[in-house]
């Protein structure tokens, strides 16, 4: 199965793919957390969240806190770190104290988002993220004797690229001033291409009868899914809020428009590649039914929330199976479970000597497991998370947020392929994220006030 075979050498590289997983092979690729660098740093957690400075994109009703002639605008950017490991198992079973690693470097913009008043306790936002990314480079060599003694050396390549986008357009309105609603429609788009290749590398017979293949999937994805959202906050005060929120995405098929093409070149007579196969149909991509609930606190020092979210990816999206020597190994959707903690500490943010106090401090959890099962196995997800926020004099009230987080995807037991142990790779990224979150405060009689002259 090469989604458990690594790379043959260490990569160092850097680029702005989202992902360097091997479990971005399949289906929508590695799922990237939503919300901005604030609610990332506190675990990702946002489903209650109900600040008026800032914005929140996972729960459509909280727009309708817009504040009121000005708007808010936020952007933020990512760089991670990868570093994946694979255990190596003899024929006895026994583990190599030495496993394969690979290292890979990545950075983009991760989010940008945008929230203004339509009405009293009417509000409207609007957000860019990407949803998943594909990012993998897989190689490696048949090892089949058989194969060694009819053929020769063949080697056999999966490389994997692009992302899928989410663009959200969420209208929020709160009829009573401790209740809202909120409706969104999300755009789903981008370009993901896998290429598949088995080359003969070192011929042993003298026919010239043997050719590289070489394939490439291409999926193009533009569909439109809605959610909806309500937020409630029984506890509302100057000085404290208690909100619970929750959330629902109906989710459902992409149906992507599929291209595929294979290539073939005569490795002894060096013909060029020519595409002898292409046809366009659907392929079973989708977003999952799923559920959120969370609640958040806040007074004037602290805030802490936690989420909930169970994603239906569907019994009947169950995928397909991934071919190896001799075996076969299922790959298939599964349903998540996924929980996020934070909490943030203020110490006086109205201190105007010392700026220390002024600072956020946040830290939190995320745990959870990956949306895709590997030969019946689980693929567990863990991420902890800290972060600072600094309020800065810029265009109004801004604040700059710096969040840091640990994430690691693995499984707890190898796989018995052909009555031998092949070990899952373990992927571990450390994430720096840098996010500006900007208040028009001082500009809002220009944006929002129509101006008279004499």
Excluded: C
């Excluded at 990702?44 to 808010?72: C, D, H, T, W």
């Excluded at 569907?314 to 909490?343: C, F």
């Excluded at 949306?371 to 689980?378: A, I, N, S, V």
């Amino acid at each position: 199965m090469l989604l458990l075979l690594m790379p043959l050498t260490v990569s160092a590289q850097t680029s702005s793919i989202n992902a360097y997983s091997p479990y971005s092979m399949y289906g929508m690729g590695e799922l990237l957390t939503p919300g901005s660098a604030q609610m990332r740093s506190m675990g990702g957690m946002g489903i209650a969240v109900r600040n008026y400075g800032e914005i929140n994109v996972q729960n459509p009703a909280a727009a309708s806190i817009a504040p009121q002639k000005s708007f808010l605008f936020d952007v933020g950017f990512d760089g991670t770190h990868f570093r994946n490991s694979q255990k190596k198992y003899n024929a006895e079973g026994v583990a190599s104290s030495t496993p394969a690693m690979t290292v890979y470097n990545t950075a983009n913009i991760h989010s940008i988002a945008l929230t203004f008043p339509l009405a009293e306790r009417v509000g409207l936002s609007f957000s860019v993220a990407p949803y998943s990314s594909v990012g993998y480079k897989i190689k490696t060599t048949d090892e089949n004797e058989d194969t060694w003694a009819d053929i020769g050396r063949v080697r056999y390549g999966h490389d994997g690229e692009g992302d899928i986008s989410e663009v959200k357009l969420s209208l929020g309105w709160a009829p009573w001033q401790k209740f809202s609603i909120g409706v969104a429609a999300k755009y789903y788009w981008g370009n993901v291409t896998r290429t598949y290749e088995a080359t003969a590398t070192n011929v042993v017979t003298g026919s010239g009868v043997y050719a590289s293949t070489k394939g490439v999937d291409n999926y193009i994805v533009n569909n439109i899914k809605f959610q909806m959202g309500l937020q409630w906050s029984p506890v509302l005060t100057e000085t404290k809020s208690f909100t619970i929120g929750a959330t629902y995405d109906f989710g459902g098929k992409l149906n992507p428009e599929k291209s595929n093409y294979v290539y073939t070149d005569n490795v002894i007579n060096g013909i060029q590649a020519n595409p002898i196969r292409q046809e366009i149909d659907a392929l079973e991509l989708r977003v999952p039914h799923q559920v959120g609930v969370g609640m958040f606190f806040r007074n004037r020092k602290m805030a802490w929330g936690a989420d909930y979210l169970y994603a239906s990816w569907g019994s009947d999206n169950v995928g397909y199976q991934e071919n190896t020597t001799p075996a076969t190994v299922d790959v298939r959707y599964t349903d998540t479970h996924t929980v996020k903690l934070g909490m943030e500490f203020t110490p006086r943010s109205n201190d105007v000597r010392n700026y220390l106090n002024r600072i956020a401090y946040r830290v939190g959890v995320r745990t959870g497991n990956y949306y895709q099962t590997f030969g019946g196995q689980k693929i567990n997800t863990f991420a902890v998370t800290a972060g600072l926020g600094m309020p800065l004099k810029i265009w109004g009230i801004s604040t700059m947020n710096i969040g840091f987080e640990y994430g690691r995807m693995s499984a707890k037991n190898p796989l018995q392929i052909d009555a031998k142990k092949v070990g899952l790779v373990q992927q571990n990224s450390f994430k720096v994220t840098i996010g500006f979150s900007l208040f028009s405060a001082d500009t809002a009689d220009y944006w929002f006030v129509q101006q008279k002259y004499d």
